[in-house]
């Protein structure tokens, strides 16, 4: 009997986030759209500080990958009013709310897109509990899938190099991307327009841990294409 208990032990904790999990999908409630507009608020204030000491006051650009309800790009903005942006946002409540936030800039450009490095027809899956976690890597999602609940929306795809070139873009400030745990594949799909870019434009971009990143070695092997590129190998450790 006592060996029959010790094998049960291992399952609990299972069970009990299975039932946790199971919950949450039937009776739980993601936040509002004011709601999750009010974190971000505060979420983004260190990223546009960290941003706004590249791009200049006088004729700068930038790129925001991963525009979400346009937030980090409405306070870029306030302060670079003249500023040039491209915004890219594939999920289509996101999209509408950052057009609706910024469609009056002078200057702005809207995409209802995701980039990486392929064109065409794909999948995010978005959070519940978190409109921010949005993920296209299907892998991530599939390491997560027990204890997250995702919804499913299509969306289309582009490579930035041809959008670049179809729109003669030719050099910007400022590159900001955040696609939870997809932004190797999109600096992948900018390596052209970096390439021909100069001076090269200063880079943010998320990045995801060993433990974390299904394709961590494809992750770094993009960190050294930007090192051969001219950019900074800086010490990220700790």
């Not at 946790?20 to 546009?48: A, D, M, N, S």
Request: aromatic share 8%.
């Amino acid at each position: 009997d006592r060996d029959r208990m010790q094998d049960r032990q291992p399952l609990i904790p299972h069970v009990i986030a299975r039932l946790k999990f199971l919950r949450y999908k039937v009776f739980g409630r993601g936040p509002t759209r004011e709601e999750w507009e009010k974190r971000l608020q505060r979420i983004v204030v260190p990223t546009v500080a960290e941003s706004l000491r590249w791009i200049p006051k006088e004729g700068g650009s930038f790129i925001d990958v991963g525009a979400n309800c346009g937030i980090y790009a409405e306070n870029v903005l306030r302060q670079r009013p003249g500023a040039r942006a491209w915004l890219f946002e594939p999920v289509r409540e996101h999209y509408e709310s950052c057009v609706a936030r910024v469609r009056h800039a002078s200057g702005v450009v809207l995409e209802h897109l995701a980039l990486g490095e392929a064109s065409g027809p794909t999948m995010i899956w978005k959070l519940k509990h978190n409109p921010g976690g949005n993920i296209i890597d299907e892998e991530i999602v599939a390491r997560r899938r027990s204890f997250m609940h995702f919804r499913p929306e299509k969306i289309r795809l582009a490579v930035f190099d041809d959008y670049a070139r179809e729109h003669a873009i030719r050099n910007v400030d400022f590159i900001k991307t955040d696609t939870d745990g997809y932004d190797s594949r999109v600096l992948n799909g900018m390596m052209g327009f970096l390439e021909s870019c100069n001076p090269k434009p200063v880079i943010l971009a998320e990045l995801l841990n060993e433990a974390t990143h299904p394709d961590f070695p494809g992750q770094l092997k993009v960190l050294e294409s930007l090192y051969r590129l001219g950019y900074g190998r800086v010490d990220l450790t700790g």
